[in-house]
């Protein structure tokens, strides 16, 4: 499955900067869809055995849930957010930067052994 994301980190800055930006140049068309980046689950698990290695990677189960499956799989795989780049909004652009997020904000910088 592949689908967009970003870091809670990038969710706040949208809020903040949707919140305080002059919203004039919008129009009437006031609805954005966020940035992300685009990443499988595979994709994922690369970019946190880069990021944090494999100990980390060798702590992933995979257990296969249909109700999770069924939801997930009505979700945009891709999603155009040119509009909402060019209000200023931004995100992660890998999946790497997103690992890394939460590492620096809740691992106080440091992957456990």
């Known amino acids: 499955m592949r689908h967009s994301h970003a870091s809670p980190r990038s969710a706040v800055a949208f809020l903040v900067h949707a919140a305080t930006m002059d919203t004039e140049p919008l129009g009437v068309r006031r609805s954005l869809t966020m940035p992300g980046l685009s990443a499988t689950v595979g994709e994922q698990i690369e970019a946190l055995r880069r990021v944090a290695g494999q ?52 691992l106080g910088g440091r992957v456990p052994a």
């Open 55 to 106: 100990a980390a990677v060798d702590r992933i189960r995979r257990v296969p849930d249909p109700l999770v499956e069924r939801i997930v799989s009505g979700w945009a795989e891709r999603v155009n957010t040119a509009r909402a780049e060019r209000f200023g909004f931004r995100a992660e652009r890998t999946f790497d930067e997103i690992v890394q997020v939460y590492v620096d904000e809740e």
